[in-house]
């Protein structure tokens, strides 16, 4: 059975710290790994990586895959209260097709 | 571009009752996708289709679900009869095919319809 394993469930940071968030995946299938930034509706998409120990950055975030280790990493520096949200792990199995985590809950207070 | 447009945003019904969801898909989107949220099991992928034809509908809880596409700007959810386990954020998405070697298709996804089956 394919999974997708992020921690942790969830955090509380203060403004300016920064928050790692951690996936790492079991699956028959993989393609490329997604990031999406989850608020009070629809997920909205962050980053996607398919090549091992490339970095992808946009301002303070950024995320690291390593397919040896089957995981990948989410960075958030000097954090914002715009930052809390939940934040999803996703593989793609095939075609589109994405395997979810159960998401990191970062509440990030002033 | 308007996104992905779903429809009711809020549904709320009783058991044993027929209820039909609805989504229009990013125009020019070649892929689309039905998700369910609940806090349990989180975010699983029910049904997607590949211009308008259903692909993958392994994730569908049951012969009360289905779904249709009838052309490449709608589709349908429909649940009958509901239960209250149907309860949950039903959200579609849709995406372009970015080509062999592009890795994942990059999901859009609407707002959502939450459902509350009582």
């Known amino acids: 059975e394919d999974k997708v394993v992020q921690s942790p469930l969830s955090l509380v940071v203060h403004e300016g710290d920064t928050v790692t968030l951690n996936c790492s995946y079991e699956v028959t299938n993989f393609r490329s790994l997604l990031w999406y930034k989850q608020e009070k509706k629809a997920p909205t998409f962050l980053f996607m990586l398919t090549s091992s120990g490339i970095e992808k950055k946009s301002g303070r975030l950024s995320s690291i895959l390593d397919k040896k280790e089957l995981s990948s990493i989410l960075n958030i520096t000097a954090t914002q209260t715009g930052d809390s949200a939940i934040y999803l792990c996703?593989?793609?199995?095939?075609?589109?097709?994405?395997?979810f985590g159960a998401g990191t809950q970062v509440v990030v207070t002033p | 571009d308007a996104g992905v447009i779903q429809s009711p945003r809020h549904e709320v019904t009783e058991m044993g009752q027929e209820v039909t969801l609805r989504c229009k898909p990013i125009?020019?989107?070649?892929?689309l996708f039905w998700y369910r949220q609940t806090m349990m099991r989180g975010l699983e992928l029910l049904i997607y289709?590949?211009?308008?034809?259903?692909?993958?509908d392994s994730g569908m809880p049951e012969d009360r679900f289905s779904a249709k596409m009838p052309n490449a700007s709608f589709s349908t959810l429909k649940i009958q009869p509901s239960e209250p386990r149907d309860s949950a954020v039903y959200f579609c998405?849709?995406?372009?095919?970015?080509?062999?070697?592009?890795?994942?298709?990059?999901?859009?996804f609407g707002a959502g319809s939450r459902l509350t089956v009582l």
């Open positions: 125009s020019g989107h070649d892929y």
């Open positions: 289709f590949n211009n308008n034809v259903p692909i993958d």
């Open positions: 996703a593989v793609d199995l095939s075609w589109g097709k994405l395997q």
């Open positions: 998405a849709s995406s372009l095919w970015a080509g062999e070697y592009s890795g994942a298709n990059v999901l859009t």
